[in-house]
């Protein structure tokens, strides 16, 4: 598309409307310039700079940073690669956090504790 452009662009007999019938393209496409690549390159330098101070930041944290919206900062972070670090989760043992004690059980949303037993004793 850049040969195409550049055709265009320097004058040569062939016209717009030939060349976009050849290339199968619609003859609007020649007329505009991407200037994306160049403003997503320098984000990508921003991106890369807080990065390198924290990598645990995501696309969230590092569009408030940049004053930027956040789809536009993830989808450059996924167009370079730049992936935040994840936190590792702790590990939990199985069984053990599960089991309640029964002194706890009893006490938890009633106010009253072990102290309940003590009421309904005498029926």
Sequence with gaps: MELA?????????????????TLGVA????????????????????IEALHERDDTMGHRKLA????????????????????????????????KAAETRPQSAARRGTGLGQHRCHLFRHL
Excluded: E, W
């Design 5 to 21: 452009r550049t055709l265009c662009a320097s004058g040569s007999p062939i016209n717009k409307s030939q060349l976009a019938r």
């Design 27 to 46: 003859r609007s496409s020649f007329s505009t310039h991407p200037k994306r690549p160049n403003m997503d390159k320098a984000l990508a330098v921003r």
């Design 64 to 95: 408030v940073l940049l004053h930027t919206g956040k789809n536009r900062v993830k989808r450059v972070m996924h167009k370079y690669g730049i992936a935040a670090r994840r936190k590792r989760k702790k590990y939990l043992y199985p069984g």
